[in-house]
């Protein structure tokens, strides 16, 4: 894709995406017109223990291509390129940014980062609540 129709996509997308945005989630590029580096807040989830945090995103676009990494380490088969991954270039930034706000209500602890984290998830569900709200408010408020 060329980088002209790599920036008229991704603008189309945000514009797209701003004009009547999902619950919850906000976006815009790092710096105006420049969309390799965008800015991303998602509150939690009603109902999650995460409902009163808000959680900030970097997001870089590699320049070869529109995969979209978030900053930080986020493990989710939408964003691993094919055959480890179900990445498509059809994916757009709002399916994108709706799947991992809903990652934070239905987390896969079969594909954990923290394999602590996602045992806890599958064998003590209240602790896993507990602990995932008292981080919430600690670092996510």
């Known amino acids: 894709m060329s980088s002209g129709a790599r920036t008229a996509r991704l603008a189309r997308e945000l514009k797209n995406f ?15 017109d420049v969309y390799d580096a965008l800015v991303v807040t998602l509150l939690g989830p009603k109902g999650s223990p995460y409902e009163n945090g808000s959680f900030k995103l970097n997001v870089t676009i590699p320049e070869k291509s529109l995969t979209l990494i978030p900053g930080g380490r986020i493990c989710m088969d939408m964003l691993k390129m094919p055959p480890k991954g179900a990445w498509l270039p059809t994916i757009t930034l709002e399916t994108l940014l709706v799947s991992l706000q809903t990652l934070l209500a239905n987390p896969n602890p079969d594909d954990p980062l923290m394999t602590e984290i996602a045992n806890e998830y599958k064998f003590d569900i209240e602790s896993y609540l507990v602990n995932a709200k008292k981080h919430t408010e600690q670092y996510a408020s």
């Open 18 to 32: 701003n004009t009547k945005p999902p619950w919850g989630i906000t976006c815009h590029p790092e710096k105006e």
